[in-house]
Structures are given as structure tokens and as C-alpha cells.
């Protein structure tokens, strides 16, 4: 499977984006996709993740409220809506697929920048 992400840019504090994360591949297999952050100096954190099938989602709490996870099957395509932005969601942001079977994320995709300026 490969993983693309895409989306990310500048904005200011309060704002929106909305990052595309595109797979391809052996997306049949696909179980779980996450979306990840790792900021500058900083340990990589999970943002949220989304069951491939069923788009039951669970977020971490720093985005819980602002950010939603989506999926469309047939575009083979992840989103995460980020919504009332703050300066320290800046951070490249990473999605991973894990496939179903298996237990860690194995697939990763290059990461976007998302920088939110005060």
C-alpha cells in the first residue's frame, strides 16, 4: 500500500484545513488508517484514527472537538478536517494504514507541513 498525503499549508490561528491522505494499492486489506503529527523537538503523537470500514473514529484529546476524521471508500481516501486551529497544531502531519491481520502501522505515507501562525 502507498500513502499520500496532501493538503497541508499556512493558515492562521482559528482557521481550517483539510488534509487528503490517497492510498493505493492493496487497499482491500486495509483495517485501520491514522492520522499522526510530530512537531519540531517533539515525540510524534496520534491525532486520530478511523476504521476503513465501519468510519468509526476516536481522536486524541488535544483535537477532540476540532478536528474530524472521514473516509470515501470509493476514492480510496482519508480526511482530516481541522477546524478552530491553534499555533501549537503546527506539526507535519503523517497517515499510516495498518492492514488488517496485522498489529503496528506498516504504511506510512511522506507527511505535510501544517503551520498555524498566531
Known amino acids: 500500500v502507498q500513502l499520500q498525503a496532501s493538503g497541508g499549508g499556512l493558515v492562521q490561528a482559528g482557521g481550517s484545513l483539510r488534509l487528503s491522505c490517497t492510498a493505493s494499492?492493496?487497499?482491500?486489506?486495509?483495517?485501520?488508517v491514522g492520522w499522526f503529527r510530530q512537531a519540531p523537538g517533539k515525540e510524534r503523537d496520534t491525532v486520530g484514527v478511523?476504521?476503513?470500514?465501519?468510519?468509526?473514529?476516536s481522536y486524541g484529546d488535544s483535537v477532540k472537538g476540532r478536528f474530524t476524521i472521514s473516509r470515501d471508500i470509493a476514492r480510496n481516501t482519508v480526511f482530516l478536517q481541522m477546524n478552530s486551529l491553534k499555533p501549537e497544531d503546527t506539526a507535519v502531519y503523517y497517515c499510516?494504514?495498518?492492514?488488517?491481520?496485522?498489529?503496528?502501522?506498516?504504511?506510512w505515507g511522506p507527511g505535510t507541513l501544517v503551520t498555524v501562525s498566531s
Open positions: 478511523i476504521d476503513w470500514r465501519s468510519a468509526i473514529t
Open positions: 499510516a494504514a495498518k492492514m488488517a491481520g496485522e498489529i503496528s502501522y506498516g504504511y
Open positions: 494499492g492493496r487497499t482491500f486489506s486495509i483495517y485501520v
